[in-house]
């Protein structure tokens, strides 16, 4: 029951967020599966588009969900599916704000409310425009918790699950470690031992034909403490 631009218009719209990509279904799954990636967490989605699946399923473990975009149309649709499709249980977990990478009103205003800042931030297909690649990062490092603990699972983390398309994976990864952010773990090919990678567990209750695609791929970076790295 979630509404999108239909498809025949698809082709021709320049709003992005007006449709539902396959790494959006992709991390919805692996939020379904695997709630302790968000159960307790606060939890940001950057560029939820007018679906807002994952930040729906998240809503459903989190503490706080806050589902974010820039365009003023995606957030009216987006706002429509929350309300038609997430049980009223959980409505009161999901915030759905402005929020254009980069922009100081938009940022402040999120922080104001959540002051603690984001245990996890999710973004799906969010780097394939080059451009936005820096505001990306400036954005999440200014929304992320400073908040650690002991488990390599439980730091504040960043999430991105996408198609490589304009913007190649060692660019993103350059705008990321600028950012103080460091890549943890990746799939596929994630660590040279699947037992001690975080994103292989995920895809353990995942059947490969449920995968929407063999081009997707997930980045999962962590914050680096600004202390350790000097």
């Known amino acids: 029951r ?13 709003s992005t967020g007006m449709m539902l990509w396959e790494s959006a279904r992709l991390m ?10 968000t159960a307790g967490k606060r939890v940001l989605e950057l560029g939820s588009g007018c679906g807002g699946i994952c930040s729906m399923v998240a ?50 205003e999120i922080q104001t409310s959540n002051n603690k800042g984001f245990d996890v931030i999710i973004g799906t ?10 505001p990306l990062f400036s954005t999440a490092e200014k929304l992320i918790s400073s908040e650690s603990d002991l488990g390599r699972e439980s730091q504040p983390s960043l ?15 350059s705008a990321a470690s600028q950012f103080g952010f460091r890549l943890l773990d990746r799939w596929p090919s994630g660590s040279s031992n699947p037992a001690q990678s975080i994103t292989s567990s995920w895809f353990s209750k ?24 000097s």
Request: hydrophobic share 45%; glycine share 4%; aromatic share 6%.
């Open 2 to 14: 979630i509404k999108v631009l239909s498809k025949e218009y698809q082709h021709t719209c320049k």
């Open 125 to 134: 297909d969010v780097t394939y425009v080059a451009e936005a690649i820096m």
């Open 159 to 173: 999430i991105l699950c996408h198609v490589l398309r304009r913007v190649d994976e060692p660019s993103i990864l």
């Open 59 to 108: 809503a459903q473990y989190a503490d706080l969900v806050v589902a974010t975009d820039g365009e003023a149309r995606v957030l009216d649709l987006l706002t429509q599916n929350v309300e038609a499709n997430l049980p009223p249980t959980f409505l009161g977990k999901l915030q759905v704000r402005p929020l254009e990478w980069g922009n100081e009103g938009n940022i402040n």
């Open 28 to 37: 919805a799954s692996l939020l379904a599966e695997n709630p302790s990636i």
């Open 206 to 229: 995942i059947a490969e034909d449920k995968i929407p695609s063999t081009a997707l791929s997930i980045l999962y970076f962590q914050r680096v403490d600004s202390e350790l790295a």
